[in-house]
């Protein structure tokens, strides 16, 4: 009976124990991000002081910059891609003239916004996790709480706000590489003059098109900036804590950037 | 000027403090001496209220900080200074800009006075002509330096200092003695956590020793090094065996989990 007893405790332990832990953390770095993106609400209006607003500036362009090349060359060749697998299946039924709005719809509405979380959560998001983490761990951040600087207003309000604008304008830069990629190969591959191209694409692509674009870019901003900043205020235990927090941020932001998106796509076309 | 009165604090299950009574007299420089995990550095973040206490009250210029909100808790805040282990400069600012940057962000003097009194602190540590050096340029005892002009450009009343010439050579260990010493002389109450115990017996008015999360000795300079407590005698000797025993408990680190960490805003 005690042995019985002993096995289930052991087994408990090794295995019970650090699901348990698992999902507590989970559920604590949830309700402190959640808090963190209101706190991040209320302190709004200081993001119109003049530094705050040139802090946010700079952060932008140095976003922008830094992730300029490689969503240049991952739109590009995602719309060569595209414009590749379904221009092989409409040759054959001679329909090559949907090339141009398949390419255009799926980079403006899916892989845009998509694409472009991907990479400024695996560019930017683990950056900003790392960065505030190494604060964190070398007291920069109790030292603004001395200074009476709050670090919601100084190091969250202007990282979040500049990705959030940052996002949908690199999705709209994605998505015209992406395009120009698909066109490239429609007309070399498939013989679909530009001319062509461009009308087919713009005929068929609606508002509602490049509103569920931009607005899915919008909350895929605001949840690779709110999982960076929460990964990264949470970090603690030296450089090995900084490393996890970059880690936890970026698969954190993928599993949220690929629910969001389903619920926001589902959400358009029911 | 600072009172803690049977603070306790546990954390991650260890009692850190455990009665803590302390008392700093205005213009005073309070040395806590003790081993690592002992709760020195927990000290120094109660009386700027970064950690509230589970039990007892911790009083600063006059207020019990214990129990005050955020937007007070601010205020008083702005009277202190503390200098950090390693100075905690923000790396993408320049030294004169991290000095300056409570100044700026609270708005608490126009522009050009900012630099006036940046430039007038800089003199005062002797950092002079490094102002436009990033941190990563400056070396460790520069740095702490910078940190100390950063903790005092506010004129502040209470001066906090964690470990002020931890990782120093002996020269700059003297440097900050030194001018630990000139602080003294403006009457800013000062207090001090170090392990140095050259730099304690040197700067000291009196000397708290902290263990186990109380004070076990406390008296001037002399009074201490004159004790005849076997633990006062171990630790000052730096003995092996002794009443304070051979291993200290798990070091506590400030960036363990507290319930005072989503004090952010």
């Known amino acids: ?270 | 000027m600072i009172r803690l009165e049977n603070v306790h604090k546990t954390l991650g299950g260890r009692e850190i403090l455990d009665g803590l009574n302390l008392e700093v007299k205005q213009g005073e420089t309070l040395v806590i001496l003790g081993r690592s995990g002992t709760g020195k550095s927990v000290t120094l973040r109660h009386i700027v209220g970064l950690m509230t206490p589970d039990r007892g009250r911790v009083e600063v210029l006059g207020q019990e900080i214990s129990t005050h909100s955020q937007a007070a808790l601010l205020k008083i805040r702005s009277r202190i200074g503390y200098l950090f282990q390693d100075g905690a400069l923000l790396n993408w600012l320049n030294v004169a800009d991290n000095v300056g940057l409570p100044l700026r962000e609270r708005d608490l003097m126009p522009e050009k006075q900012i630099q006036e009194r940046i430039e007038e602190v800089l003199v005062e540590v002797e950092l002079d002509g490094h102002g436009e050096k990033m941190p990563s340029e400056i070396s460790g005892g520069m740095r702490k330096r910078a940190g100390l002009a950063r903790a005092l450009v506010s004129r502040p009343e209470i001066l906090l200092h964690d470990e002020p010439t931890s990782g120093l050579d002996p020269i700059s260990s003297s440097i900050i003695n030194g001018l630990i010493q000139k602080l003294h002389e403006t009457g800013i109450t000062q207090v001090m956590v170090t392990h140095d115990m050259n730099s304690a017996f040197e700067v000291a008015d009196r000397i708290a020793l902290l263990h186990a999360g109380t004070v076990i000795a406390l008296g001037n300079a002399d009074e201490i090094r004159e004790s005849k407590d076997p633990a006062v005698q171990q630790f000052i000797h730096g003995l092996v065996e002794g009443p304070l025993g051979r291993e200290t408990s798990s070091e506590f680190k400030s960036d363990q989990p507290d319930k005072e960490e989503s004090d952010l805003s």
């Open chain 1, 1 to 270: 009976m005690k042995s019985w007893i002993e096995n289930l405790g052991a087994f408990m332990g090794r295995y019970i124990a650090p699901v348990v832990s698992f999902l507590r953390r989970s559920a604590d770095s949830t309700g402190f991000g959640l808090v963190l993106i209101i706190r991040t609400m209320l302190n709004f209006p200081h993001l119109f002081s003049r530094r705050r607003s040139r802090d946010c500036l700079d952060l932008c362009y140095n976003y922008c910059i830094g992730s300029f090349l490689v969503t240049s060359v991952v739109a590009l060749f995602t719309g060569m891609i595209l414009a590749l697998n379904g221009g092989n299946s409409l040759e054959e039924l001679g329909q090559e003239s949907l090339i141009g709005p398949i390419v255009a719809v799926s980079m403006i509405r899916e892989m845009g916004p998509f694409m472009t979380a991907l990479i400024l959560t695996a560019s930017l998001g683990s950056g900003i996790a790392a960065e505030i983490g190494t604060m964190k761990i070398s007291e920069e951040i109790d030292a603004l709480r001395i200074m009476s600087i709050p670090p919601i207003r100084f190091l969250v309000l202007p990282r979040m706000v500049a990705l959030t604008l940052v996002t949908p304008v690199m999705t709209i830069f994605a998505a015209f590489i992406g395009i120009l990629g698909g066109s490239l190969v429609a007309n070399s591959q498939f013989d679909v003059g530009w001319l062509a191209f461009r009308n087919d694409a713009l005929e068929t692509l609606e508002f509602v098109d490049v509103f569920t674009g931009m607005l899915k870019s919008v909350v895929f901003g605001i949840t690779i900036a709110a999982v960076g900043c929460t990964q990264g205020l949470l970090t603690r235990g030296g450089a090995t804590g900084v490393g996890q927090a970059a880690r936890r941020s970026v698969v954190v932001t993928f599993l949220l950037v690929i629910i969001l998106g389903y619920y926001l796509s589902w959400s358009f076309l029911s």
